[in-house]
Each structure stands twice: as C-alpha cells, then as structure tokens.
C-alpha cells in the first residue's frame, strides 16, 4: 500500500526533524521513493513531474552513497560553486522538496474537498507550488491535462486504499511532512540560497 509507506516513512523522517537531529540522505531518498508511483496514479497532467521527480530522486538516491545528510549535500555544492547548476545534488533537493510540497497540498485539497474529482484540488496544489516555477507552456498543458485526471474513487482504488484508510494515511503526511518540508527550507535560508529559483 503506496499512502502506508509513505505515512511511515515521513512518521520516521519527521521524528528526526523534531529531535533535531541531521537528516540522513540516504532515509530522506528512500521516502520520497514512496511518493513517486502517486504521481503515476494522477494520470497525463502529472507526467512531467513524475519523470522529472523520480530522477531527482534517483540523484539523491545514488549521491546517498558517498554523502550522509542533506546539510552535507547542500554544503558540498556551496564548496563546488555549482548550488545553481543544472543535475547538482542542491538543485534537485529543491526540485524533490517542491515534488513533497505538492503532494502535502493536494492531500489537504482532496481532504478538504467533497465530490468525487481530483480537478479543483489537484488545479489548486499545482498553481499553488508549481506554477509560480513553469513557464506558460508547461502551465497550459497542466492545465490540458487536468481533464485527465482519474477520480477519487479510481485514484484510491490504484492506490489500494478505501475512504477511511486513505483519510487517515493522508492527513499523517500531512502533519509529518510538514516539518520535514520546513527543515530543507531552513537549510536554503540559513546559506542564504533562497528557495525560489
């Protein structure tokens, strides 16, 4: 079941953020590997995202095998000069954390929503977190794709999930993403990188 593993995995990277230990890479990777087949289950309008996040992870996944934390990534591409470049380890954790963002935004439109489409919460989330970062082509064919979207029913049903099940797993990544969302924006702030670019 995708929403269990993710609730857990986030439950773990969570707990580490609030005992204000270092987030190991490594872990955080293996998190967000649970989130990447939700993006397959929203259909045509989130294709892009899925490609382009499961690389990023992919990147943090294998760079988790030479460095240990996300400060570390962050800290080795200020050394490198290369925080801005395109496929460094600190772009892609952006990209990643944007990807978490989305996915916590739509979990807390579906909740929020009645009805059976994904259309308005998923529209929501996308213009919320995403759109401020694509250029009009991409935003158009988004938003094109919006029709695509499966249904609440057909969306729980790919995740194997019922009502209440998918509630509760749902509203744990909320609350446990959050935090963890908050502590990869601390690590921009504190090095002065920014988190809009």
Not at 162 to 183: F, G, K
Request: proline share 3%.
């Amino acid at each position: 079941k995708p929403l269990t593993k993710i609730s857990e995995s986030f439950k773990e990277l969570a707990a580490t953020v609030n005992s204000q230990a270092a987030v190991e890479l490594a872990a955080f990777s293996r998190a967000c590997s649970y989130v990447s087949p939700l993006f397959g289950c929203l259909g045509i309008a989130f294709k892009f995202a899925e490609m382009d996040y499961v690389a990023k992870v992919d990147d943090l996944a294998e760079a988790s095998k030479s460095i240990l934390t996300l400060q570390s990534v962050i800290d080795r591409d200020i050394e490198g000069n290369c925080v801005r470049k395109a496929g460094s380890h600190t772009r892609n954790l952006l990209r990643v954390k944007r990807g978490l963002d989305m996915v916590r935004v739509l979990f807390e439109q579906i909740l929020a929503a009645e009805g059976n489409s994904l259309k308005d919460p998923a529209s929501k989330a996308y213009t919320q977190v995403f759109a401020p970062h694509h250029g009009w082509a991409i935003r158009k064919a988004v938003a094109a794709g919006m029709y695509a979207l499966p249904t609440r029913a057909q969306l729980l049903r790919k995740l194997n999930e019922d009502e209440t099940s998918a509630r509760i797993q749902m509203q744990d990544y909320i609350t446990t993403s959050a935090p963890v969302i908050l502590y990869i924006d601390k690590l921009f702030l504190s090095r002065e990188l920014g988190i809009d670019w």
